[in-house]
């Protein structure tokens, strides 16, 4: 697999799609583990909306060696470098009659485990007795996104909704957008495909009109260790 022009694509509009990553046997697999799991634990959100699973590779062991196939292997190493490893894992199901709306946003915070007084890093926040924070720029420059699409995806049921090149203009307030110079892709991706990002790339997405569902695994990958006082409280090396 030739993965240069997919290194371009993210380095000048911020992100890039790569179908047939998994098979549809590696799908179901991976369905089938999440089909079977406990969902009574506080990590996990459960509404008519959304279904949420913080931690994900954490609490679902045994879903790891699925998603780390030699496809995404072979990706995280040629594209993001050696040094990746994971440091925060979410799985979303948006349900059939799912009428979540997502703004515009760029994704500014990463999970920690304490709160500790540095500079540079703030606001904080705690969800679930999870601390997230705000850290310098060059620590969220240096992020990457892998989404992996258990369900097609396009406009219809909530595909991602992005601003191509907006990760290169640090934080962006997305009231500030100028739609005279700015420009909307909207990123459909097939059952099976990835979608790679810079977190700080503007995106959003819309309600679901057709009636189907979207499950996304979302993996964020970094080089960086924390500054003293601080640790990435799911990393994995994998």
């Given at each position: 697999m030739n993965l240069q022009n997919h290194k371009d694509?993210?380095?000048e509009k911020g992100f890039t799609i790569i179908n047939s990553i998994f098979s549809e046997e590696e799908i179901e697999k991976i369905s089938e583990v999440i089909q079977n799991i406990d969902t009574s634990k506080e990590t996990f959100r459960k509404s008519e909306d959304l279904f949420a699973i913080r931690q994900f590779l954490k609490e679902i062991p045994g879903v790891k060696d699925l998603i780390f196939n030699e496809?995404?292997?072979?990706?995280?190493?040629?594209?993001?470098g050696n040094d990746y490893f994971v440091v925060k894992s979410i799985y979303f199901d948006k349900p059939e009659k799912s009428n979540w709306y997502v703004a515009y946003h760029q994704d500014l915070t990463i999970s920690v485990d304490k709160k500790?007084?540095?500079?540079?890093?703030?606001?904080?926040?705690?969800?679930?007795?999870q601390f997230a924070v705000q850290?310098?720029?060059?620590?969220?420059?240096?992020?990457?996104?892998?989404?992996?699409?258990?369900?097609h995806t396009d406009e219809n049921n909530g595909a991602l909704k992005v601003i191509p090149?907006?990760?290169?203009?640090g934080i962006y307030r997305p009231e500030t957008i100028d739609w005279t110079i700015e420009t909307e892709e909207i990123c459909p991706i097939e059952k099976g495909g990835i979608m790679i990002m810079k977190p700080l790339i503007l995106h959003g997405s819309n309600r679901t009109t057709n009636g189907k569902r979207?499950?996304?695994v979302h993996i964020e990958f970094s080089d960086r260790q924390l500054p003293d006082g601080l640790n990435w409280p799911e990393k994995m090396v994998f």
């Open positions: 694509s993210i380095q496809n995404i292997k072979n990706i995280v190493k040629d594209i993001f500790a007084e540095l500079p540079d890093f703030g606001p904080w926040t705690t969800k679930q007795n850290p310098p720029l060059d620590i969220l420059e240096n992020l990457y996104t892998i989404r992996i699409h258990l369900d090149g907006s990760h290169a203009k979207r499950r996304v």
